[in-house]
């Protein structure tokens, strides 16, 4: 284990480059798969092969002889991993012991081999056959009268022939109770942006990062969370291009980078230096930052400047005025006070935008989880309205999407609050009555736990339990529950914090062989462009017990419908088959998927603003207002600091690949608080000295870490960062943006106790 005493210096090395080469390397090596991991990263990304399960950056259409990043590398060499966690590694180990390990112990323990039970009597799990487990579900989904009582759980893992099953038999069972990962990060993208563009996704491809002029980054790690984005960064840098970003934390990749296939570029110790322009925002100072922009922009307009696009404005869009007079009305000192930046800066980042005449605007988490998350989106719409950046080349908006098909899922039926239409589709083609009510996002699953409503959660991959907020509260929801079920392929906090009875179902992995009755199946992966490509594993399954999630669905349907007529034998063995009901349910996205399909780089699914063709309410591109300049609801503590949970470089949500996180000088902890040195003072703090942070919150709730050690960080007065999944005790269950419920983990009030 990475248990070495702790150390904290600064990284200078560029992101990227040899160190990316040698963290491939110790993960290959650490998981003793240096040969045949080595192997199976040629076929990842490549055609014929099989997608990253990592994130949901897309492939390039000219592929690289290695066309996958570090962290790629990492989840194919823990998934490829040649340890097992077995019957008798249970045997040897109860699950209040396994409580007791970290994360990180947990994952390195290795892949899991066959189905197990939780036996109460000796507080091990046990073997179970593949025939009783899912009787064992069936048994228990049917005893419920009240089917809201259920939560289906999918984690964005998931490919598309799966989540479609899923929702196929979620809702022939009876309930929209989808909690999906998208509802922790971007489901403010599914909720916010369709009001403003007509859809929840991204409107730009790979091809625009060559043509753009000016790309803007909000809160986003592109170095850590989605490494590929680098290459068309660095690209973009080497055309003269301005890369903004935006962010509470200056990231290592922003400053320096080096492209690990770049061989003179790495023979030399060269490096790109990426952003041409740092926003150090304030925590929560994003829509300050952006108001402040509409109100330089439209200054100069009124000053008869011809800065706006008033062709695009006149024939696309709608409300304008309301915007621009609520921008005008903001006030200078107090969006310099809101955002930490100064007036000057915010103009002469507006004069960047204004000059460019095809801008991409990018985001993660560092917008979507804030009490205001899905309106903040909005504003950035209304940005790039202003110049008509939508359906020409090199603009546009761009979701940095964090796991592999977290969009495919959702357009493939997993969504808690369906359009009724696509409910009648449902009906037409399976001839079921389907539940019309909405269900449960992860908000309302872990407060329907909480409540005592659920009885019963089914996780299809992921670490629920782990991932969601407030975790002393829902670790004890979910050990009350009458049925936790965890099916995947690694052990995980899911299996130790479990209900009364529990099931462990280990799965056939991304990369491994689907071997059926019909031969070898593809399943596919809508990346975060709307690209639509076949995967297809390489390596043998982990274990001949190991099941494919298809027929894990199939089966459990089986054992809890006995009396439907929906074709789950069939489908369990010919994934085509799938395609073409997800194409009969979804015509008007998926027509004709099997025959699609046969192209070598897949296909791109329509995304109408890029043919400047707006699917709102009004038929047309909305300009919304969003009044004031906070991204979240001001706290009046004069002790208050705004905490940011964030990833490390070594983690991939909530796997932990080893306690370091190189990029911010940190090894071995992950007990960390990363503060500005004049707030640390302030408190009267040493640097490395361990404290506590409590959340400042009236709900009645208690909710302290401590054990962290201080270091000092380049934040911003005000804000704080530490790890996620460590920190999310500290976060309410209730803290969440109002439209979508994702979780505000990205300003958590709280006060340091020493
Ligand atoms: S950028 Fe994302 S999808 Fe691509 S290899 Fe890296 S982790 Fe995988």
Known sequence: MDDRKPRYHPYDHPAGGWGAAAATAKALMKQSVLVKGSRALLSMNQPGGFKCPSCAFPDACHRELLEF??????????????????????????????????????????RLTEPMRYDPGTDRYVPISWDDAFALIGRHLRRLENRRQAEFYTSGRTPNEVAFLWSVFVREYGTNNFPDCSNMCHEPTSRGLPPSIGVGKGTCRLEDFDKTEAIFIFG????????????????????????????????????????????????????????????????????????????AILEREAA?????????????????????????????AEIVETSGISEEQIRQFADIYIRSNATMICYGMGLTQHQRGSE??????????????????????????????????????????????MLDNYERVFGFPVPREDGHNVQKAVEAMMTGEARIFIGMGGNFVRAVPDTERSYQAMSQLDLTVGINTKLNRGHVIHGREALILPVISRSEVIQTEKGEQALTIEDMVAQVTASRGTLEPASPDCMAEAEIVCRIAMATLPDSRTPWTEFAQDYALIRDYIADVFPEIYADFNERLKAPDGFFLDVPPRQRVFPTDTGKANFLV???????????????????????????????????????GVWGNRMVLFMNPEDREARGLQQEQVVGLETICDDGHKRMVSGLTVLDYPLPRGAVAGYYPELNPLLPIEFVDTLSGTPAAKSIPVRVIT
Not at 85 to 107: G, M
Request: charge should be neutral; hydrophobic fraction near 40%; include cysteine.
């Open 376 to 421: 903040l989106l909005q504003q950035l719409c209304n940005i790039l309205f202003l110049r008509g950046n939508f359906g020409k080349p090199g603009a546009g908006i761009v979701p940095v999407r964090g796991h592999s098909n977290v969009q495919g899922d959702r357009t493939c039926g997993i969504n808690d609050r369906p359009r009724q239409q």
């Open 626 to 664: 969003l009044d004031g300049l906070h991204a979240d609801v001001p706290v009046d503590d004069p002790q208050m600091l705004r905490l940011l949970t964030v990833r490390s470089q070594d983690q991939f949500n909530t796997t932990i690949y080893s306690t370091n996180d190189r990029y911010r």
């Open 220 to 295: 986003q790690n592109t170095g850590s969370n989605s490494p590929r984005m680098m290459t068309n960064l660095a690209q973009a840098r080497k055309r003269g291009i301005p890369i903004i970003s935006i962010n509470p934390m200056p990231e290592r990749a922003m400053i320096a980078y080096t492209a690990p296939q770049n061989i003179p570029q790495m023979i030399t110790f060269g490096h790109y230096d990426i952003a041409s322009g740092f926003l150090h925002v304030k925590a929560g100072g994003d829509l300050a930052v952006m108001k402040g922009m509409m109100k």
């Open 304 to 332: 008869g400047e011809d800065v706006l696009d008033r062709a695009f404005i006149d024939e696309y869009t709608l409300g304008i005025d309301a915007v621009r007079a609520d921008a005008m009305a903001q006030d200078w």
């Open 69 to 110: 990043c570090e962290q790629g590398a990492k989840a194919l060499a823990f998934e490829a991993t040649r340890h097992r966690v077995t019957r008798d590694f249970f045997a040897r180990h109860t699950v209040s012991a396994l409580r007791e390990q970290s994360d990180y112990w947990l994952e390195m323990q290795g």
